[in-house]
């Protein structure tokens, strides 16, 4: 809620079509979700829940979801993988 439903009302404001997805739905739903996204804003705090591969070419990524790892001693991201090689 701090960062989804003001970034969902923002760009609704602007016009845009929001699809907001929580962090329980099915990992086939949130492929196709990703697919299809212009604009992705991932804030689920739950890191690699989302894969690169399913990002469209071009599409803009606002990665606010981060999590500390005690494992690796880092921050790490919602998406795994290289998000540039589509952003």
Same mark, same amino acid.
């Given at each position: !809620?701090?960062?989804?439903? !003001?970034?969902?009302?923002?760009? +609704? +404001?602007? @016009? =845009?079509?929001?699809?907001?997805?929580? +962090? #329980?739905? &099915?990992?086939?739903?949130?492929?196709?979700?990703?697919?299809?996204?212009?604009?992705?804003?991932?804030?689920?705090?739950? !890191?690699?829940?989302?894969?690169?591969?399913?990002?469209? &070419?071009?599409?803009?990524?606002?990665?606010? @979801?981060?999590?500390?790892? &005690? #494992?690796?001693?880092?921050?790490?991201?919602?998406?795994? @993988? #290289?998000?540039?090689?589509? =952003?």
């Amino acid at each position: !809620p701090i960062v989804g439903s !003001p970034v969902a009302y923002m760009l +609704r +404001r602007e @016009g =845009a079509a929001v699809s907001v997805v929580h +962090r #329980d739905v &099915e990992d086939d739903i949130l492929k196709e979700l990703v697919g299809q996204a212009d604009i992705l804003v991932t804030c689920a705090g739950n !890191p690699g829940c989302i894969d690169a591969e399913w990002l469209k &070419e071009g599409v803009e990524v606002i990665n606010v @979801g981060t999590t500390f790892s &005690e #494992d690796f001693d880092c921050l790490v991201s919602d998406v795994k @993988g #290289d998000i540039g090689s589509k =952003a």
